[in-house]
């Protein structure tokens, strides 16, 4: 079976980790990015299925992010998290190619279906 990997872009270290544990948990090899000048390199060499991709960074921002990934053609499916609920971010990242907008705090019975969605991969069978 083809091994399921995820790319988690956030700048809160502490954020990555806690998701890269959930992720690994469930037997998804789990890559974080929180220096983010490698970000491209990383996609590049690991080829992530999915990518979750924190809204709000410094010095880049998940924009920042978004636009670049249209610029270069990636089509990784991007799930956007963010602790900012504005209507107009939700729309303008789907825009740029954002396939979900998530909130923060997770909710993981609602990461666990865009799991199913995006991965097809189903964390109630491990």
Do not use: C, W
């Not at 806690?18 to 992720?23: A, T």
């Not at 303008?92 to 396939?99: C, D, H, Q, T």
Request: aromatic residues 12%; negative net charge; hydrophobic residues 45%.
């Amino acid at each position: 079976m083809n091994e399921k990997k995820i790319l988690v872009i956030d700048d809160d270290k502490n954020v990555a980790l806690m998701l890269q544990n959930y992720f690994e948990a469930l037997d998804i090899k789990t890559f974080i990015a929180v220096e983010l000048e490698n970000v491209l390199d990383l996609i590049e060499n690991e080829q992530p299925d999915l990518i979750f991709l924190d809204y709000r960074m410094k010095p880049h921002t998940g924009k920042d992010f978004l636009e670049r990934f249209k610029i270069l053609n990636i089509t990784i499916p991007v799930i956007m998290m963010s602790a900012y609920k504005r209507r107009d971010g939700i729309f303008e990242m789907k825009r740029l190619g954002a396939v979900e907008y998530i909130d923060k705090p997770y909710n993981f019975e609602l990461i666990d279906e865009l799991l199913i969605k995006y991965l097809k991969f189903n964390p109630k069978k491990k």
